[in-house]
Nanobody
Framework: QVQLVESGGGLVQAGGSLRLSCAAS????????MGWFRQAPGKEREFVAA????????YYTDSVKGRFTISRDNAKNTVYLQMNSLKPEDTAVYYC?????????????????WGQGTPVTVSS
């Protein structure tokens, strides 16, 4: 049974930091690219960041470049999203997702497995 379990969300003031984790089980973690998406209230789910299977390449949406860092530990079957200099517009539910692809995409339909999400609220 495939499971992706996110953790690390919460309430933080603008300018603060959070580190999200996503623990995977039930499939060959190192065979999948991983991504983070987010969905703010009343908005569509949007791509945030992605990382290739071995961790050698990373991709970010423009609004988080220089502030967020995606990484993975294949020995621990875990992917991380370090979020610094948080802004109120980063407020959303954050989801991790797995894609059996060589190069991770930026569209939700390209991902095979999804977690339940962890909420992040950034106060001004």
């Amino acid at each position: 049974q495939v499971q992706l379990v996110e953790s690390g969300g919460g309430l933080v003031q603008a300018g603060g930091s959070l580190r999200l984790s996503c623990a995977a089980s039930g499939y060959s973690f190192s065979s999948y690219a991983m991504g983070w998406f987010r969905q703010a209230p009343g908005k569509e789910r949007e791509f945030v960041a992605a990382i290739t299977r071995g961790g050698g390449s990373t991709y970010y949406t423009d609004s988080v470049k220089g502030r967020f860092t995606i990484s993975r530990d294949n020995a621990k079957n875990t992917v991380y999203l370090q979020m610094n200099s948080l802004k109120p517009e980063d407020t959303a539910v954050y989801y991790c997702a797995a894609a059996r692809r060589l190069v991770p995409g930026r569209s939700a339909y390209e991902y095979d497995y999804w977690g339940q999400g962890t909420p992040v609220t950034v106060s001004s």
